[in-house]
């Protein structure tokens, strides 16, 4: 089935630890998103890539990164550089072009920095 | 970007309509106004989205005032199950052709028994 698949689900790491979130999708979408999100808050942009091999800063780019080199990943790195890096990742994937650009979300990727 | 403004949270009983509202008055023309909803620890789903002209799909009902300031989504006859935040949002199409989508704080709908 199509879809978007986040791993791991859970992830512990020690403070000063790098740590790369995996996202494949395979339903053919130009465009992939990273969002993170805090305890009863809503969804902020990370990272987005509308092509391979681009990708643009979102709302809170600063102790993240990303790359985009095949069209069905769109991996994140959280870096020593973040300071809270405790939350949960979700990934998102849409048509680039099209009327609807609707979002497909993963089951996301909940990061605890211990 | 335009931005949306939502209620924090709303009651709605069993088998009643839930009318969630939104503004985004500083929408503009080729902005599209998306709802998701986002059930504890998942990922958000999709509901339904519009640009000028009400719509309807099996899940809910997206009303657009004239003025395009905003909306109101409708559950028809609200379950359980449709306890969950609900986001109202704008897409900005960039010159790239691609789509910016950014979340505000939403409304956490509770539907009581």
């Known amino acids: 089935d199509g879809g978007i698949t986040q791993s791991p689900k859970y992830l512990f790491r020690k403070e000063g630890q790098n740590v790369t979130l995996s996202c494949e999708q395979n339903?053919?979408?130009?465009?992939m998103y990273w969002y993170r999100q805090d305890p009863g808050q809503g969804l902020r942009l990370i990272y987005y890539?509308?092509?391979?091999?681009?990708?643009q800063k979102g709302d809170i780019a600063e102790g993240y990164s990303v790359s985009r080199e095949k069209k069905e990943s769109f991996p994140l790195t959280v870096t020593s550089a973040q300071k809270n890096p405790t939350a949960f990742y979700l990934c998102?994937?849409?048509?680039?072009?099209?009327?609807?650009?609707?979002?497909?979300f993963g089951e996301g990727s909940r990061l605890t920095v211990l | 970007d335009a931005k949306t403004t939502q209620p924090p949270s709303m009651d709605c009983a069993e088998g009643r309509a839930a009318n969630l509202p939104c503004n985004h008055s500083?929408?503009?023309?080729?902005?599209?106004v998306y709802w998701y909803r986002q059930i504890h620890s998942q990922g958000p789903q999709y509901i339904i989205h519009?640009?000028?002209n009400n719509e309807t799909n099996e899940m809910a009902s997206l009303i657009i005032t004239e003025d395009r300031k905003s909306s109101t989504l409708i559950l028809p006859h609200a379950t359980l199950r449709d306890t969950a935040v609900y986001y109202c949002i704008v897409r900005v199409r960039e010159d790239t052709g691609g789509f910016k989508t950014i979340f505000g704080a939403g409304t956490r709908l509770f539907v009581k028994a």
């Open positions: 339903l053919n979408h130009d465009a």
């Open positions: 998102a994937s849409s048509p680039r072009t099209g009327r609807t650009g609707e979002l497909f």
């Open positions: 519009g640009l000028k």
């Open positions: 500083t929408i503009s023309g080729n902005e599209y």
């Open positions: 890539s509308q092509i391979v091999n681009d990708f």
